[in-house]
Every structure is written in structure tokens, then in C-alpha cells.
């Protein structure tokens, strides 16, 4: 999405000797991520502001960006889908955190539900980063790692009756089980 921008600056990296020709690649791939993670996290605080849920889009983000970059699951085929179905997904969420009044046993019920699917099908592999049997050890126990800090987040959300908090919990929990599910799906009707 930002190829031109990246290649620009390092470039000028490269013309500048800040950085030499075995730095090309690696600079211009992290300005590029770098540009992309800054576009994201933009656009994610303008839409949290202008629905009224700023606090709401923040915590959401938080808590899904370390499970989603473990545990996987459905990938778009370009960064502009990838960037436009963020965008929606954020939308959907926001408007399911504060049209959807969950209570709070079946916020429970959903809860680990949710964390079941997460812990039996992560890591999803995608096509496009395939992994071998090593990463699919890290990646799971990093996933289980994230699910038990989560857990205990929410635990404690529920305990101080945050309503707020688990709610969104209970949306990054919904949302990475259909993401992996989908994930899956995909896998198989590729082979």
C-alpha cells in the first residue's frame, strides 16, 4: 500500500549513507509496515471518535492485535481489502458493542466458547505465510499465552462490573473465532 512512499525514503536513506545496500530491503519493508501500522491506528481513533466510542475502539484494538498476529487466521488477498475490511470490521464492532446489550452469564457463556475455537484451531496459516511445524508450536502457545492474560483481564472486568471492558472483550473474542473459522475454511477449499 505504501511501496512507493517506502522505496522513497529509503532511497534517500541510502543516498544520505544512513544505511547501506544490504539495509535496502529491511528499511524499506519496515517503513512500509511502519506506514501501514500508522494508517491503521489513524484511521482506527477517527472512526472510534466520530461513532462516540474512542474508548471502546482502543481497547478492542489492544486486545485483538496481539491474538490476531498469532493466532492468524483469514487473510485478505491485498493490503487495500486488508485495510477496507479492518475498517469495516471496526465499524461492526463499534456498532455491536454499543447497540448489543450482552448479559453478563452469557457474556460468560461466550466467553469461553470463544476461547475454545481460539485455542483449538490457532495458529491458521494463510497461503500467503505458510508455517512450519516449529511456528505453529510458537505461535499456539503464544496464542494461549494472550488468552490467558485476556482471561484474566476480563475476569477482573467482570469482578469490578466493567461493562464496558467486557463487552469489548467478548467482541475480540467473537471476532477472532470467526476470523479463524473463516480461516480454516478458506484453508480447505484451496486444497
Not at 63 to 80: C, D, E, F, Q, V
Request: glycine residues 4%; contains cysteine; positive net charge.
Amino acid at each position: 500500500m505504501f511501496e512507493k512512499a517506502s522505496e522513497a525514503v529509503t532511497r534517500k536513506l541510502q543516498e544520505n549513507n544512513t544505511i547501506d545496500e544490504e539495509q535496502y530491503e529491511i528499511c524499506r519493508y519496515g517503513l512500509q509496515q511502519g506506514f501501514t501500522v500508522i494508517l491503521n491506528v489513524v484511521t482506527t481513533l477517527i472512526i472510534g471518535m466520530i461513532m462516540k466510542g474512542l474508548l471502546y475502539a482502543v481497547v478492542f484494538t489492544i486486545l485483538y492485535i496481539p491474538l490476531r498476529s498469532n493466532a492468524g487466521g483469514y487473510h485478505a488477498k491485498t493490503a487495500i481489502r486488508c485495510y477496507l475490511y479492518s475498517i469495516l470490521l471496526m465499524i461492526a464492532v463499534l456498532l455491536a458493542i454499543k447497540h448489543i446489550a450482552i448479559p453478563s452469564f452469557i457474556c460468560i457463556i461466550i466467553f469461553v466458547i470463544s476461547i475454545a475455537v481460539i485455542c483449538i484451531l490457532a495458529p491458521i496459516e494463510d497461503s500467503n505465510k505458510p508455517l512450519d511445524e516449529i511456528e505453529v508450536k510458537v505461535y499456539h502457545k503464544r496464542t494461549l499465552i494472550i488468552l490467558a492474560i485476556e482471561s484474566m483481564l476480563f475476569i477482573i472486568g467482570l469482578a469490578l462490573n466493567l461493562r464496558y471492558f467486557m463487552q469489548t472483550t467478548i467482541w475480540v473474542m467473537i471476532t477472532m473465532s470467526i476470523i479463524l473459522l473463516l480461516g480454516k475454511f478458506c484453508n480447505i477449499i484451496k486444497k
